[in-house]
């Protein structure tokens, strides 16, 4: 797992929010030109960390926003996960074996707050199942982690949904996995130490 999406309908907000919870606050990452979006980052050390993402009040005209229902999020919840591979071209050949539709791989980059610019592809996945993956494989390009706010860590990380042997079985073709349970609707739960003790989001 490379990092958690969570989506908010305000991202200062969001920011504000995610630093009442674990007592660090997350640093505005930049923002998506044509994507419709911008976020803010927070490291859980180990080459993983943790995208708070809203709609950019800036990019009005952007139709087709980076993670589908954006505009109409009420709440905060996470609405994506990335797995980080090292070729994007192996899990598109694994998914066109398995019969399963892609979108990419696509080429992706940010500038970030202190000019640098970060580079990537993604692969993403034509799945109507809520909480399937993205693929992501980082450029030369220092990982977000690494230049992000510390202090936080990852312990784990469920998905609850109703269809999970279905998505299991989708994640297992791709060569990945994740820790899927039966539930009445799609769900990611992560438990995280934190500065504020262990907490969920």
Same mark, same amino acid.
């Given at each position: ?39 803010? !980052? ?80 993604? !692969? ?6 809520? !909480? ?34 279905? !998505? ?34």
């Amino acid at each position: 797992m490379d990092h958690l999406v969570f989506g908010v309908p305000d991202l200062a907000q969001g920011i504000d929010l995610v630093e009442r919870k674990t007592g660090v606050r997350a640093e505005f990452g930049g923002k998506h030109p044509g994507r419709g979006t911008h976020n803010a !980052l927070l490291s859980f050390g180990n080459r993983q960390y943790l995208e708070i993402i809203a709609v950019d009040p800036e990019q009005p005209s952007t139709t087709e926003v980076m993670f589908a229902g954006m505009r109409e999020l009420k709440e905060p919840r996470f609405i994506g996960w990335a797995d980080a591979v090292p070729d994007i071209g192996e899990v598109a050949r694994r998914a066109k074996a398995a019969g399963i539709a892609t979108v990419g791989p696509l080429e992706g980059s940010r500038r970030q707050a202190d000019g640098s610019m970060l580079e990537w592809k993604t !692969l993403r996945l034509a799945s109507e199942l809520d !909480l399937a993956p993205f693929f992501i494989a980082w450029g030369k390009t220092t990982h977000p982690s690494e230049t992000t706010p510390k202090g936080c860590r990852l312990l784990s990380f469920i998905i609850e949904h109703p269809k999970a042997a279905e !998505l299991r079985k989708l994640l297992a073709a791709l060569g990945t996995e994740a820790d899927l349970r039966a539930g009445a609707k799609p769900r990611l739960i992560a438990r995280l130490a934190t500065p504020n003790g262990e907490i969920e989001l």
